[in-house]
Structures are given as C-alpha cells and as structure tokens.
C-alpha cells in the first residue's frame, strides 16, 4: 500500500470520532434542549452507548437506571419518572432520525456540528453542568465560537421604543469596535437592533466589510488563520439554523450567518417552541461573560435570560430608562434587587468584561466650580458678596452672620482665589471669569 493510499483510508480514530459526532446529532433530534435524563444518560453511557439503548427493544435497565439516579440527584433533581418512562418518551422520534442527513444538509448551508470533544467547543457552557447542551449546530463563514470573556449578551424586549433601539446600537456597534462579539437570540426587538449594530460595526461607514478580527496567533511570523476569524455577532436560535425566525428578521439573520455566526442546539429542521425560547436564553447567558438588558417590562423574557446569567455567577447590567416607561420596568427591578449594575454605554459594559485594571475608561473633563473647596464660611460669605455693587464689611458680617474679624480673613482668602475684589471703598464678588 503507498503512502497516498494509506491517508486515503479513514483512520480508526477517524472513524471513532464520527461515530461520536453522528451519536450527538442523532441525540439533539431525539432529547429536547435541558433534557435533565437523557444528559444523565449520555453522562453514564457515554452518546454511542445511550443512542443504543433508546434504539435497543430493552425496556429497563436496573443498573443504568441507578447511575441516571445518582447522577440526577448530585445535579439537584431529586425526583424523575424513570428510564422507562423516559424511553418511551423518546422513541416516538426514533423514525424521525438521520443524522447522516442533517450533517449533509448542515455541510449544504456551510456549516458545521460542534461537539464537546471538539478542541474549539466553547469551554464556558461546561458551567452550565448536566444541563449543558449535547451539541451546537453552527451556520456561518465563521467557525470560531470566541472565549467568554470577549463575548457580550445585548437582550431586551421585542416591543422596544426608539430610546430602547438607538441604545442597542451604539452599545453594540461600539462593544464590537472594542473587538467583543454581541451575543442575542435574533428575536425581534432589541435583540434585532444589537445585531444591526454590531453588523453595521463590522461593515464600517462605507458598507464595506471591515477587515476580519482574528483570535491571537502564538506562533512567531505565522499569519493569522481564516478559521480564527472572530465573528461580530452571534445569533443563538431556539430552532433549527435553516428556520430563519421570526421571518420578518429573515434578511438580518441572513446577513449574521454571512459574516458572523448562527447556532442552535437543535437540529435542521426544528420548529422554535415557547420551551425552546427558554432554553435558548441559558445558552446565550452562558457564552457571555456580561449579560446587558436594555429595555425590558416586568415580566419579559429577556429577564430569564438576566436570571440564568445570575445563577452562573456572570455579571449582569442593566440600562436605566424612564420612570414612566413600562419597556424599562424590568431593568429598573433588576438594579433595585440588586442583580444588575447600571450601566449606560459600551465602556461601562468593558470595565465589568475585563480583569482587574482592564478597559478603563477616562472619567471626563470637568471645569472646577467657583465654590469647590471652599468652607462654610467662605462659602456663606461669597454668597453675601453682591455681584455690582460694593458692600462694606459690617454689613457682610449681618449677611452673612459672621463675626468681623472671621470676614476680613475669608475676603483674603477669597480675593487670594480671585472670588472677591476691592470695589469702591468696599468688596464685591469678582468680575473676572
């Protein structure tokens, strides 16, 4: 056998990790997303091992079940139906099955499946534990999911105001000019107007396409590589990638899979459910290292998602809005029960993304008053000082209700500061800026 021959054949190891891939794809079309047993059981058995039993005619098995159980009960979840149960659950879809197919339709869209065993699988949705997703099908030019703490979630409400919309943008378009990708879930709302504004970021003033971020390369004069490009923005899906939802945003999420990324953890074909919407938002509070709402009512779902962020211990902000605007109450309850910070632009947002030290912005330039560093006295006597007009020393003293001598020591001072001047035998407040 040549040399040329020999690379030809799929290695043992080749084989073994597309049996585990093709196990995954089959998995996400069988399990719903957070699917708590059926994460226990690939945990035991491992995906080719699981895939088997739901494919198998067993009914039961005591010893699986047990080790489902243990693991179910270290992850929190003291009570479930049973393995049998949960195979019968799960066996209706089994004729719904092809991962082959959906792997070939993935390639089609260019795209591809990430898998935990992947070297670029994105490490911060192993925070979310047993509830971390079997799979993420990814549609884009870009196959880099970028590490947590370059990665910010921009979310709110679909029902935004033109106050909730011009935010997003400048927030977004600014964060990706600071080399961040925002993260949404491609909803109508706020969430279209953060990647609007990141998109408009990457193409630049001109509508150009700006040149492509790239992750740091480590080797010494090497270039960097095309599938390290770091997309702009990231839209995560509570449907399949090919099911463009809502379709009014179809074009917008056209343009992300074009210069950023589109990822779900379900397969082609999948219909976006209310469930799915929910799971969908742990994943993008995940992936961030800071979840931003801008507008959000008392009840919106992008709170769900400021929830999940809370509960894995990312930093959440919140954007102030009006009193009297009912698209900014949810923000207003997340800052006074204390889950989020206040934040009102892309700097603030940096400062709690970076380490100690990091993206610190410049505090802004302010013109010193005339009264800064004054004492009460000093300052009980310059408002005493008529602004035209001179004034004599004892009537400053009833003025400003200080004794004589406490007033020619605060008019040295004041005249030393250029506050005060000698006008006409008598004092008044200087003329001069």
Not at 37 to 64: H, T, Y
Not at 191 to 197: F, K, L
Not at 321 to 350: F, M, P, Q, W
Request: aromatic share 4%; proline share 6%.
């Amino acid at each position: 056998m040549t040399d040329i021959e020999a690379t030809d054949e799929p290695t043992e190891q080749d084989r073994t990790g597309r049996a585990l891939r093709i196990a995954r794809a089959a998995l996400t079309r069988l399990m719903e997303p957070s699917d708590l047993p059926g994460l226990a059981l690939v945990q035991v058995l491992g995906p080719e091992e699981a895939l088997s039993l739901i494919r198998s005619n067993d009914s039961s098995n005591a010893r699986v079940e047990q080790l489902v159980t243990e693991v179910l009960n270290a992850a929190g979840t003291e009570r479930w139906s049973g393995l049998a149960d949960v195979l019968a659950r799960w066996r209706p879809r089994l004729a719904d099955v092809a991962p082959e197919r959906d792997l070939a339709s993935l390639a089609r869209m260019n795209g591809r499946l990430l898998i935990p065993e992947d070297p670029s699988w994105p490490t911060a949705l192993d925070d979310l534990e047993l509830a971390a997703p079997l799979a993420l099908w990814c549609r884009g030019n870009l196959a880099l999911i970028p590490p947590q703490e370059q990665c910010i979630a921009v979310v709110g409400s679909r029902d935004n105001t033109s106050y909730g919309a011009n935010v997003s943008v400048e927030i977004a378009s600014s964060l990706v000019q600071r080399d961040f990708t925002v993260i949404s879930g491609g909803a109508y709302g706020i969430d279209a107007h953060a990647h609007r504004g990141a998109l408009s970021s990457s193409l630049g003033l001109t509508g150009q396409l700006s040149p492509p971020r790239h992750r740091q390369s480590g080797g010494v004069g090497s270039g960097p590589d095309p599938s390290d490009r770091v997309p702009p923005t990231i839209a995560v899906m509570a449907g399949g990638v090919d099911r463009f939802y809502p379709s009014g945003n179809e074009d917008l999420l056209r343009t992300i899979a074009e210069q950023g990324l589109v990822i779900a953890e379900v397969p082609p074909g999948t219909n976006p459910t209310r469930y799915r919407f929910l799971q969908r938002n742990r994943l993008i509070a995940a992936l961030c290292s800071v979840t931003v709402v801008v507008e959000a009512r008392w009840r919106s779902g992008a709170l769900n998602t400021a929830h999940h962020a809370e509960g894995l211990s990312r930093l959440v902000g919140a954007v102030p809005g009006s009193v009297y605007s009912a698209n900014s109450a949810g923000c207003h309850r997340l800052l006074k029960e204390g889950s989020a910070v206040c934040v009102t632009d892309a700097g603030d947002i940096a400062e709690l993304a970076g380490g100690m030290g990091e993206h610190l912005t410049a505090e802004p330039h302010v013109e010193a008053a005339l009264h800064d560093g004054l004492g009460t006295s000093d300052l009980l006597l310059m408002d005493a000082l008529p602004l035209r007009t001179s004034t004599t020393v004892e009537k400053l003293c009833v003025v400003a209700g200080l004794s004589a001598s406490t007033v020619l020591a605060g008019l040295g001072r004041l005249e030393a500061l250029g506050v005060a001047e000698r006008f006409a035998g008598g004092w008044k407040r200087s003329s001069r800026k």
